[in-house]
């Protein structure tokens, strides 16, 4: 699932589940939705680059899972060092370039494929 359907796909959930009441439905008039509330606070593109990086940490630690590669191994692969794959892997470090994200997805079978839409 490409990150940005992860983040429209939360924020379709929260608004059913704001819309939802334990005994029935409310109206949703009035409410805005989420991109556009964290869009006002100016915080929407912050907001989506940790989602992104979220979902590529995850999507590399379960590859790493897959193959029972350790952070170790993995660093030792790559040519880089432990500390190095904990940043890789830290969801709230956005510091990694696409070269390591690049080496990282070819050592554990993976590609990296960018889009603009």
């Given at each position: 699932m490409r990150a940005e359907?992860?983040?429209?796909?939360?924020?379709?959930?929260?608004?059913?589940?704001?819309?939802?009441?334990?005994?029935?439905?409310?109206?949703?008039?009035?409410?805005?939705?989420?991109?556009?509330?964290?869009?006002?606070?100016?915080?929407?593109?912050?907001?989506?680059?940790?989602?992104?990086?979220?979902?590529?940490?995850?999507?590399?630690?379960?590859a790493m899972k897959e193959q029972h590669l350790s952070r170790k191994r993995l660093a030792e692969r790559m040519g880089t060092s432990r500390s190095q794959i904990g940043r890789l892997l830290d969801p709230t470090d956005g510091n990694v370039t696409l070269a390591t994200l690049q080496r990282a997805a070819e050592v554990v079978g993976r590609k990296v494929r960018i889009e603009l839409i």
């Open positions: 359907e992860c983040v429209n796909s939360l924020i379709e959930e929260s608004i059913e589940m704001a819309s939802v009441q334990k005994a029935g439905k409310r109206s949703i008039e009035g409410l805005s939705t989420l991109n556009n509330f964290l869009g006002d606070m100016g915080k929407l593109e912050e907001f989506q680059a940790v989602a992104i990086k979220e979902v590529l940490a995850w999507q590399i630690v379960e």
